[in-house]
């Protein structure tokens, strides 16, 4: 008989991954007292044109861990899984509903997602309200501040943060404000499931790519401009200053993978950069992995902003990675708290710069945690003061010892507003006309007279 059931929500085949590596790893306890729940959901924008989880290449090989598919889409329609929660005063029926339409009875259910500020993972906490939830982090986003506040019946109820340890020794601050404690997810766990479901990928590239003609480097695109960090043009500037930065270390074959969502147009510059540089650039349009193109490619050397696939191809393949344009991104990005921060911060702290610096060493990542854990924490404190009020003497003194080598990490307002080093000197007329001020004055005259 099965004590339990745990329902896994993934929107992602990269988060789908990643807790059938836990699952395997046997962070989910032993298969035979829990009945598992595979949950897909589609959030992109119209999710009725996108290929769901459940039925993307690779997916059968994930199958086999779970007793059941369901879609989320399908149960919450016509509703969107990104915009919708319930009511508080419906999640009772809801769950009910659930219950009802999954054969879950009156078991006990543990609750495992992503992102749980967000929906859908926040809609299906509120729904079973009573149950366990095991967050589980992708990316380097875990080793950042929880970016919304999360209420005490739910923050109670999280009983750890799962991540991939991509910088080892580096603790994750997600949730860390609600003493959720990280637990990772081993590297060679995660590996063989991206290799399992990365077997068709590999022959789409073998098809497309001769062998003779392999790339040696390989291009990351994100598509920032979606998320109004940079403009269009300035992101196909990106690009073709990663081909540039490809071609000075050596590599006349490079390869360039694109974000699914990114336009065709931004592959025309691109295409005129390379044949002006003389270089073979071969544009992947193929849903394929990004870590499947390092693993079967085995390419010299990675190029990217500040993606995540920049920390799996070092942490997970050994290969040299480097950066370009994080100095920009670091400029623009905002607000402050913006989740981006800290996987930026990180890229553009621990990697080398691909226009300047000498490319084709592999990372040093036992050697990374030391300098990187107290950049990110005051990075972390500085988006999320409120949330880590222990983390202001640390945050002060690293500031003090060297923020005149890093400045680029930091705003000059926000260190004023938090009174830390490098901020500017709060003027007396200014504090005077200040709101909080002129109110607190009044209250005392009054209790003087």
């Known amino acids: 008989m099965r004590d339990t059931t745990q329902i896994f929500f993934s929107a992602t085949q990269y988060a789908a991954a990643t807790v059938t590596a836990a699952i395997r790893a046997g962070l989910f306890g032993p298969r035979e007292v829990h009945r598992r729940i595979l949950v897909v959901s589609n959030t992109a924008a119209v999710p009725e044109v996108g290929t769901p989880l459940d039925r993307m290449a690779g997916f059968e090989k994930l199958r086999p861990e779970f007793d059941e598919v369901r879609s989320w889409n399908d149960f919450i329609s016509p509703h969107h899984p990104a915009g919708w929660s319930p009511r508080a005063q419906d999640a009772l029926l809801w769950e009910k509903a659930v219950r009802l339409a999954w054969n879950l009875g009156d078991e006990p259910v543990e609750i495992a997602c992503e992102s749980i500020q967000a929906n859908p993972s926040r809609a299906v906490a509120d729904i079973f309200a009573d149950s366990p939830i095991h967050v589980y982090a992708d990316g380097l986003m875990s080793y950042g501040p929880t970016r919304n506040r999360i209420p005490h019946g739910m923050s109670s109820r999280i009983a750890r943060v799962l991540h991939l340890d991509l910088i080892p020794g580096l603790r994750p601050m997600l949730l860390s404000e609600y003493g959720v404690e990280p637990e ?40 920032l401009s979606a998320i109004n960090l940079i403009t269009q043009e300035e992101e196909e500037e990106l690009h ?18 694109p974000h699914p969502s990114a336009p065709s147009v931004y592959n025309k510059s691109l295409e005129a950069a390379a044949a002006e540089l003389g270089a073979r650039l071969t544009i992947l349009n193929e849903p394929v992995l990004a870590e499947t193109v390092f693993a079967h490619l085995k390419p010299e050397l990675v190029i990217g902003c500040f993606s995540t696939a920049l920390m799996t191809a070092a942490a997970f393949y050994g290969i040299p990675v480097a950066r370009v344009g994080t100095e920009l991104l670091l400029d623009r990005i905002t607000p402050y708290e913006n989740s981006n921060r800290v996987p930026l911060t990180i890229i553009d702290a621990a990697l080398p710069d691909a226009e300047r610096e000498t490319l084709g060493l592999p990372l040093e990542l036992d050697a990374l945690a030391e300098n990187l854990g107290p950049l990110v924490r005051t ?20 500031l003090t010892a060297h923020l005149a080598e890093h400045p680029q990490y930091f705003k000059k307002r926000r260190l004023t507003a938090l009174r830390l080093p490098g901020g500017s000197p709060i003027r007396t007329e200014a504090l005077r006309r200040h709101p909080a001020v002129r109110k607190a004055v009044r209250q005392i005259r009054a209790r003087q007279r």
Not at 185 to 205: F, Q, R, S, T
Not at 242 to 257: E, N, W
């Open 184 to 223: 990772p997810v081993p590297n060679k766990a995660i590996v063989e499931v991206l290799a399992e479901i990365g077997d068709e990928g590999a022959g789409a590239l073998a098809d497309r790519i001769p062998a003779a003609h392999r790339p040696t480097a390989v291009l990351l695109g994100q598509y």
């Open 240 to 257: 073709v200053r990663m081909l540039h930065a490809a071609v000075r270390a050596g590599h006349q074959s490079v390869l360039f993978k």
């Open 379 to 398: 990075v972390g404190y500085c988006m999320q003061s409120r949330k880590h009020p222990g983390l202001h003497d640390e945050a002060a003194s690293w």
